[in-house]
């Protein structure tokens, strides 16, 4: 069935698309938790 196979191919999309989302999201997160720099301070 062509409908049953356009929904299957969305789903699996749908999943790619949620799994890219979610390690895009953890990669930021661990840059972030990393210590920054310290500013320089010019007087």
Known sequence: ???ADLYVAIDR???RARRTAMRRIE?????????AP??????
Do not use: F, V, Y
Request: charge should be negative; charged fraction near 35%; hydrophobic fraction near 25%.
């Open 27 to 35: 990669r930021q997160q661990s840059l972030l938790r990393q210590p």
């Open 38 to 43: 310290e500013p320089e301070l010019s007087a």
């Open 1 to 3: 069935d062509t409908e």
């Open 13 to 15: 999309a749908t999943d």
